[in-house]
């Protein structure tokens, strides 16, 4: 089948970011999820969004660390990342009591700016990745992990070359290749140029679901903080 052309979303207005507030008056407690479009399916900067969802999520991660023992500010709180056909994601989740939304919204921007700006520590880089070799290795226990990923490559990316524009490839690396192959390159540098090119502020998404009367200029206000 002829693959979709795919190109980068570019918004029709830059200031005009993407936010969606349900307001749910038998939530007890508000969901947020603050993040950015990223890349899609086809893209291997996808390993590297993963990468980073292990260096900012644990016991020893900033989410942890600022947003539960310095501050007590969230329930929850996790950092995710995802890619589907046209565009991915990156985003923080937090639970949280709605009197704090605010706060929350601001130490999240400054992390991302921070990490704009200064990149991943080096002993961060360390425990991430071996946080994420950790999990990758546990997989290998599971010969569904194989077949999913090995086949779920082959849909994507195995077709007539001369019909596509993108996405193709006459091979695809196999789930026990994939940690030497990808995973063990990636490097703080890597990490650091794809930070600062997709944690802009036009890509910023904000869904929020709260019982509290929370309003869309709000939210706008408090995203022009964000100043990368």
Known sequence: LFAPIRVPFQPTKPDNIDITIDRDLKAKNTFMVLGFRTVDQYSDKKYALE???HILNG?????FDTFRQKHG???????ESGEEEFEGFFAISAELDGKYLKKVFELIYIMFMDLIQNGIKDEEFDIGKQRLKGS??????????????????QMLFIR???????????????FEKLWNHVYEKITKKYLHDIIKELFIYSNIVVSIVTPLDIHLEEIREWSKKYKP
Do not use: C, W
């Open 160 to 174: 007539d070359r001369e019909n596509v524009l993108n996405g193709s490839s006459k091979t695809v690396l196999p």
């Open 136 to 153: 990758h290795h546990i997989q290998y226990e599971d010969i569904n992990t194989f077949a999913r990923h090995n086949g779920l490559q």
């Open 73 to 79: 500010l969230v329930y929850s709180i996790v950092a």
């Open 51 to 53: 990468f980073l969802t």
């Open 59 to 63: 016991m020893s991660g900033r989410l």
